[in-house]
């Protein structure tokens, strides 16, 4: 009797079958060469829509171009917003209004980003600025290899676009830290103080120009050396896009290469899956929306967050190429439409088990999981997902042998955290967390467990199914 009305999950690395378990390896492959070459959002959407393409996917302008009158099922089409977001649309066999099946994905990861005037010198080294964005642990980003990405719009309107410490061959960049010796008050500090915002400041150099009588002979070449490489003068970067990552590649990790170590897994991870999921359809029955977003680690806001207006125009500009379409046709579609938010989830750590409640969080190798509320404190500024649809989702991944777990993010009042599961569910459409557990969250590195984005790919595609 125990067995049956026990909850139990056991580890995916045990039950799949052998095929599954070599497809887990192959996705794993394809997800690190995906996050490999989608270092900054930018780079993300450049690559969803390449991949997109050789998927015969069409972007929104050509087809607007063709004056094609109707969008017929099975018809892929895609549409880009300041490549930043962009949203994939796969045409069902119904109409939108009957409501369209979404799946909403973040593509910024925490960094750190120059500041307008960075560059400076002191002590015969040159500096730059930052300003982190998202929510970062300061102290984790000192004597960690870094990496530049970069675009910039000359004063003439020629575009720049700047990547260095990826290649093996190129020069890192790195933040120092003190040396334990000298850091009893820095080590007797609280840890959010020990590494400040305004130190967090990156070495660029230390050799100086021999050209004239230069004050700040070392920001002197660096800027010579950046004007040679990229025509770049200081000013120019006042009006750049820069950010620093962790540099290198997605490893595997563990003996056993269960797992993979990787920069920006939050939310890329889920994004790959989602892609993946989408660019399986061939006609589903409802039009099946995936969707790409920034700035959800700063709040969802801005033209390229979720809060931006672009969902909304680009449901109403596909609505248009449908037959019937009313002035009410988008509130009825998005009314009777069902989302998952796609993000990433804190796995149980041993490490850390005073914040986590065991019976409540989803562990690394169980499965895709479900997070039927977000917030903090009391819930506060939660999505709660609806019972009913919850008994859909459980009855989809029922009949397409998807294993869920279901956890919260920590214990009731250690923090809490959202998604962009409310902005979705200001439309009314039905919404509910879905996706990958991971370890270090928003740490430089972040961890995931292979099996389980093999099977949150796998939940995505019966979800759009
Ligand atoms: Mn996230
Ligand atoms: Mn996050």
């Not at 919260?408 to 902005?423: M, N, S």
Request: charged share 30%; hydrophobic share 35%.
């Amino acid at each position: 009797m125990k067995n049956e009305l026990f909850f139990n999950r056991e580890s995916l690395w045990k039950t799949l079958d052998e095929q599954k378990l070599k497809e887990t390896q192959d996705f794993g492959e394809s997800y690190k060469s995906f996050i490999d070459n989608s270092k900054t959002e930018r780079k993300c959407v450049k690559e969803i829509i390449r991949q997109a393409r050789a998927d015969g996917f069409v972007s929104f302008e050509e087809i607007q171009k063709e004056k094609k009158k109707t969008l017929e099922p099975g018809d892929k089409v895609y549409f880009m917003n300041k490549e930043k977001a962009v949203i994939l649309a796969v045409m069902g066999k119904e109409a939108m209004e009957t409501g369209v099946n979404i799946i909403g994905t973040h593509l910024d990861s925490p960094r750190l980003d120059l500041k307008p005037f960075p560059f400076y010198e002191d002590k015969e080294l040159a500096l730059a600025k930052t300003h982190y964005y998202g929510g970062v642990k300061k102290y984790q980003w000192v004597t960690m290899p870094l990496a530049m990405h970069g675009v910039i719009t000359k004063e003439n309107g020629e575009l720049v676009e700047i990547t260095i410490g990826e290649d093996p061959t190129d020069p890192i960049l790195m933040i120092s830290d003190l040396l334990p010796h000298l850091s009893k008050d820095q080590m007797s500090k609280k840890m959010s103080e020990g590494i400040t915002g305004e130190g967090l400041n990156v070495l660029l150099g230390n050799q100086a120009t021999k050209e004239g009588d230069e004050k700040e002979a070392v920001k002197a070449h660096l800027l010579q050396l950046l004007n040679e490489q990229y025509g770049l003068s200081e000013e120019d970067f006042a009006f750049a896009e820069i950010q620093l990552v962790p540099a290198g590649k997605a490893r595997d990790l563990g003996l056993d290469r269960s797992m993979i170590a990787a920069y920006g897994h939050d939310d890329r991870v889920c994004a790959y899956a989602e892609l993946r999921a989408i660019l399986d359809l061939e006609t589903p029955t409802k039009t099946a929306l995936a969707v790409f977003v920034d700035k959800e680690e700063v709040g969802s806001i801005s033209n390229v967050g979720m809060e931006s207006k672009f969902f909304e125009n680009t449901v109403d500009e596909l609505l248009e190429f449908q037959e019937g379409t009313t002035r009410l046709s988008i509130r009825r579609a998005l009314n009777r439409s069902k989302a998952l938010s796609g993000d990433v989830m804190s796995a149980f750590d041993p490490n850390f088990p005073e914040v986590l409640d065991p019976k409540n969080s989803c562990y690394m190798g169980k499965g895709v999981n479900i997070s039927k509320y977000t917030g903090s404190r009391g819930k506060g500024g939660c999505n709660d997902a609806n019972h009913e649809f919850l008994a859909e989702l459980r009855q989809t991944f029922k009949n397409n042998d998807i294993q869920w777990q279901m956890g919260e993010l920590g214990k009731v009042d250690q923090g809490g955290g959202g998604t962009i599961a409310y902005i979705i569910g200001n439309y009314n459409t039905e919404v509910v967390d879905c996706g990958v557990p991971v370890l270090s969250m928003h740490a430089p590195m972040e961890i995931v467990s292979k099996v389980d984005l093999y099977m949150t790919y796998l939940a995505y595609r019966a979800f759009y199914l």
